[in-house]
């Protein structure tokens, strides 16, 4: 059974980082792209970066370029994203997903929730 | 990366038929057969409904279906059911090789 449990969600002062973790299990995890999505509170879901299979490639939407760095341990069948520079703006539930070669993502986490506030 | 165009909510009856478009450009949604539609329920992570415009993952409802023409990609579901009462978006590969969402449309069966 595939499963991704997310970690390392939490409150965090304007200007500071947080860096999140995501345990995938149940399938070969060297062998998927991986996704960051995130929810706003009572918003929309939000594309924020993926890697490739062997971290090689790396794509990132434009409010986080600069800020957020996605990164994988296959030998750890882990994934993580560095969030540095953090604003309110980032506030939101953050999930990781499975991405499939017909780029979509089938499999998610439950979720963690970041929160940026003074 | 501005977000596909969803509407903010649709409703129908049970039995009925309801359908939800998503509104992209050439360089996303009218480029690529790249798109997928997704399913989330109040609290609950995002379910995958539709992938690559019509294909429907293992376990979903045949009542879903995908279609795309142009820049407007749509899904459609029959005999809507109460348990489809949920939030619906719809996602494209783009030109950049990121991915973008749609605002996502809430969808009520009366």
């Known amino acids: 059974e595939v499963q991704l449990v997310e970690s390392g969600g939490g409150l965090v002062q304007p200007g500071g980082s947080l860096r999140l973790s995501c345990a995938a299990s149940g399938f070969t995890f060297s062998s998927n792209w991986m996704t960051w999505v995130r929810q706003a509170p009572g918003k929309g879901l939000e594309w924020v970066a993926n890697i490739k299979e062997d971290g090689s490639q790396k794509y990132y939407v434009d409010s986080v370029k600069g800020r957020f760095t996605i990164s994988r341990d296959n030998a750890k069948n882990s994934l993580y994203l560095q969030m540095n520079s953090l604003r309110a703006e980032d506030t939101a539930v953050y999930y990781c997903?499975?991405?499939?070669?017909?780029?979509?993502?089938?499999?998610w986490g439950q979720g963690t929730l970041v929160t940026v506030s003074s | 990366q501005s977000a596909l165009t969803q509407p903010a909510s649709v409703s129908g009856s049970p039995g009925q038929s309801i359908t939800i478009s998503c509104t992209g450009t050439s360089s996303d949604v009218g480029g690529y057969n790249y798109v997928s539609w997704y399913q989330q329920h109040p609290g609950k992570a995002p379910k995958l409904m539709i992938y690559?415009?019509?294909n429907r993952p293992s376990g979903v409802s045949n009542r879903f279906s995908g279609s795309k023409s142009g820049n407007t990609a749509s899904l459609t579901i029959s005999g809507l059911q109460a348990e489809d009462e949920a939030d619906y978006y719809c996602?494209?590969?783009?030109?950049?090789?990121?991915?973008?969402f749609g605002g996502g449309t809430k969808l009520t069966v009366l």
């Open positions: 996602s494209s590969f783009t030109s950049t090789s990121t991915r973008v």
């Open positions: 997903a499975r991405d499939r070669p017909g780029l979509y993502s089938d499999y």
């Open positions: 690559a415009v019509s």
